[in-house]
């Protein structure tokens, strides 16, 4: 099974990036990977079988396996290696949940990542994704990919399919990502029920457009086609009213030289895409000054896409 499983007691650590999921127009099939903010997480090899998660976070997340997401994914991992095997679980929370950014994506993702790492490497990258999606399941009710294929991945993904599993890694030309998290919280779960269960056939017709267009603009280092492309006409207009300023911090930004952008997944975060660093630093000072108005406390980050995805840094 695997060549160079480790010793029960070992511990590898892990950064699992938060993600920017849909870009805009690609509902539930494009992610992208940050480089900032991500968590930090350990993982040790026990004698003991199971899975234990250490309580050591400020936001309440459960310890019972089934009901945590890295204790799902790794459920899952643990079904299709059939051999008795134990992991210890803790987890530096630096992704907030509720933020958009993919912090149940990236806890899932960790998780298996650092478990193939101490078994060997004995799973591929798609099979990782299979398992952390099991871990969306437990915090959105929903299979989706979306954050856990950037996530693993790294870089621009295209979710092509999920039953089966077709994950198409995509090239993209620099590009650097502002991002404001509002400090609100909008459930995923929440951000989903809201949504149509229907669509014009001219409005589809649009998106199917813009989403194309996206794809080929990151092909071909096309930056005005990807500013072009990052119009969403189903899923933005509703949910837009869940996050305050958003209109305002989306207008503002394009009008600071944005290429474009708007909500990070679900929300309230919402990113910005800029060709040079110093667009991307007027954008946060557009973003800093929406909120600052509001009087709604925020966070803001600067950073670019991240192409290596979860990594273990010591074991």
Request: charged content about 20%.
């Amino acid at each position: 099974m695997a060549n160079d499983i480790k010793s029960p007691g070992s511990s590898v650590q892990v950064l699992a990036p938060a993600t920017v999921a849909n870009l805009v127009c690609g509902f539930d099939v494009l992610g992208m990977a940050l480089q900032q903010p991500q968590d930090v997480m350990t993982v040790r090899l026990t004698e003991k079988p199971g899975i234990f998660i250490q309580k050591d976070d400020v936001y309440n997340l459960p310890v019972e396996p089934e009901k945590n997401v890295a204790g799902a994914s790794l459920l899952a991992l643990m079904e299709e290696w059939k051999a008795p095997v134990g992991f210890e679980v803790s987890i530096d929370k630096r992704i907030k949940p509720g933020s958009g950014l993919g912090s149940s994506a990236a806890s899932s993702a960790g998780a298996v990542v650092a478990a193939n790492h101490l078994l060997g490497s004995p799973f591929t990258k798609e099979d990782l994704v299979r398992f952390a999606m099991n871990g969306e399941k437990v915090a959105s009710g929903v299979k989706h990919a979306d954050n856990i294929a950037p996530c693993i991945y790294g870089g621009i993904t295209l979710i092509r399919s999920i039953f089966p599993l077709d994950i198409v890694q995509l090239t993209a030309p620099p590009m650097y990502v502002t991002v404001v998290h509002p400090q609100i919280e909008v459930r995923t779960s929440d951000a989903r029920q809201i949504l149509r269960k229907e669509v014009q056939l001219k409005a589809a017709i649009k998106q199917w457009g813009n989403i194309a267009g996206l794809v080929t603009g990151f092909l071909k280092n096309d930056y005005d086609l990807i500013g072009r492309s990052l119009e969403d006409v189903i899923i933005e207009p509703v949910r837009s009213i869940l996050i305050p300023g958003f209109d305002d911090v989306k207008k503002r930004s394009k009008d600071a030289g944005a290429l474009g952008g708007g909500i990070s997944g679900s929300g309230p975060s919402i990113f910005m895409l800029s060709k040079e660093e110093y667009v991307a630093k007027g954008v946060e000072d557009v973003m800093i000054d929406v909120y600052t108005r509001l009087g709604i406390e925020f966070k803001t980050y600067v950073t670019m896409i991240n192409y290596e995805g979860a990594k273990c840094i010591i074991s």
